[in-house]
């Protein structure tokens, strides 16, 4: 049985303090009024661009004096500077949020594949993928609330929502972005993303109390229950990804399209859940509570982390060259700040961490059996795939005013916080033996 300690609860909860002032002074520091972005350009403040921002889509570049022919046209571009600057801490949230929710989701598709399939390997890491996919709960929660916030306008993170977009008699009437509009509008889509948040709870939930139910009874008919669950989960999931993906990321460029993007998106957050996982994995190890745990568990799990490492590169590459080489203008768009503007530093970094590194490093199976090899290569992945996330939702929602300062990383401070002491919370309050699976014995004797 895993005791949490006082010492890890006390970071977890300094970093969550930490985190909450950090977002706190982000939302406190940023533009009020178009008065507050001249004084800022004047100073030379902001990131990547204040002075030079650009939207994603409109493709304005140069500064307002320079750009700007009518008075109309330079307060026009400071307000959209202005809403950019507010968004930042608003991004920075979301960037977070979803990043830490979606490890925990997709430890819970893996956790749902092991029962499909009826693996026997994993058994022994089955209360460590039932205390990540806690986080669900706290998670859902706190990213419903971030999304609650955009359906009421409280900032400017979906441009599809503007006032007027949908108004053929307004000035700021988007004929594209109206032809979408039966998926593309507000009540339906706050009830689709309640819908994606309560099924992975209820998932998570009923899966978590049949296993436990297990070890008590080592009743067949849980195990079967638990079967007909993750079969039913994966199938649902596999059809909720598709549209959320849509909905909370791709929507945020509403005039660019891509039938790979769900995908992309999978593969991205699927390999840091496994790592994760591992990373879990091995810190209690080396606290002598995981004795069943061998190092062949450890690299199936390093095994997991390449093969879907180089899993997420084939639909980056993919979606990239088809795109990028068609030069089609609508499609091209959503890569040129990435690959040749402002965001080109994350956007080769994430690529170099997420791919080169992996393999490097997991390519040889005997690295796989080493802990502090996976350990490295694992926070690698994870940093890799928060600028991948970044990079994702930036570019969109703050233009060239990004940068990685006190509101972005007072978020990931937070929700790394609040991550650890929801997590580790969770595996303290059940035994770390499954023992009443009926495959637990082949996992424990398992060796590759």
Not at 17 to 28: E, H, P, T
Not at 114 to 123: V, Y
Not at 134 to 148: C, D, E, K, R, V
Not at 369 to 384: Q, S
Request: hydrophobic fraction near 50%; glycine fraction near 8%.
């Amino acid at each position: 049985m895993y005791t949490f300690s006082g010492k890890l609860k006390t970071v977890s909860l300094v970093l969550m303090i930490i985190g909450a002032l950090s977002i706190g002074y982000g939302f406190f520091s940023a533009p009020k009024t178009t008065e507050d972005v001249e004084q800022a350009m004047a100073h030379g403040n902001g990131g990547h661009g204040e002075a030079t921002a650009t939207h994603e889509e409109a493709g304005v570049h140069g500064d307002v004096a320079q750009e700007a022919h009518s008075a109309d046209e330079a307060q026009g571009h400071l307000e959209h500077l202005l809403h950019q600057g507010q968004n930042r801490p608003w991004a920075a949230f979301f960037i977070s949020a979803f990043f830490f929710l979606m490890i925990s989701v997709c430890v819970l598709v893996f956790y749902a594949i092991q029962w499909a399939a009826q693996a026997g390997w994993s058994i022994v890491l089955f209360r460590i993928m039932e205390g990540i996919t806690a986080f669900i709960l706290p998670g859902s929660i706190l990213l419903f609330i971030f999304l609650l916030a955009s359906g009421f306008h409280v900032n400017h993170i979906y441009v599809w929502m503007a006032e007027g977009t949908f108004d053929p008699a307004s000035a700021n009437y988007d004929a594209i972005i109206d032809g979408k509009s039966w998926w593309l509008n507000t009540p339906g889509w706050l009830i689709r993303s309640f819908i994606y948040l309560f099924v992975y709870n209820l998932f998570r939930f009923m899966l978590r109390k049949n296993s436990l139910a297990l070890d008590e009874s080592g009743d067949i008919r849980i195990y079967k229950r638990n079967f007909n669950l993750a079969v039913a989960f994966i199938v649902l999931f596999g059809i909720f990804e598709l549209f959320m993906s849509f909905d909370w990321l791709m929507s945020l460029d509403p005039h660019w399209y891509s039938q790979l993007y769900s995908f992309y998106v999978f593969a991205s957050v699927l390999v840091s859940g496994i790592t994760t996982i591992a990373l879990v994995t091995i810190y209690l190890k080396q606290k002598g509570v995981l004795p069943f745990v061998n190092s062949s568990h450890i690299h199936d799990l390093a095994k997991y982390m390449f093969g879907f490492s180089i899993f997420w590169t084939y639909f980056f590459f993919d979606q990239f060259m088809l795109q990028w080489y068609a030069n089609i203008p609508e499609e091209a768009a959503y890569f040129f700040p990435r690959l040749i503007g402002s965001y080109q530093l994350p956007f080769i970094s994430m690529l170099v961490m997420n791919f080169v590194f992996p393999i490097l490093i997991l390519m040889n199976s005997d690295f796989k059996r080493v802990p502090w090899f996976v350990v490295a290569a694992g926070l690698v992945i994870l940093t890799g795939h928060y600028i991948d996330i970044f990079q994702l939702i930036s570019p969109a929602t703050v233009g060239d005013s990004w940068s990685i300062g006190i509101p972005e990383l007072g978020s990931l401070v937070f929700f790394l916080g609040l991550f650890i002491f929801v997590v580790f919370s969770a595996i303290s309050k059940a035994p770390l033996h499954a023992k009443g699976n009926p495959f637990m014995k082949e996992s424990e004797i398992y060796h590759y």
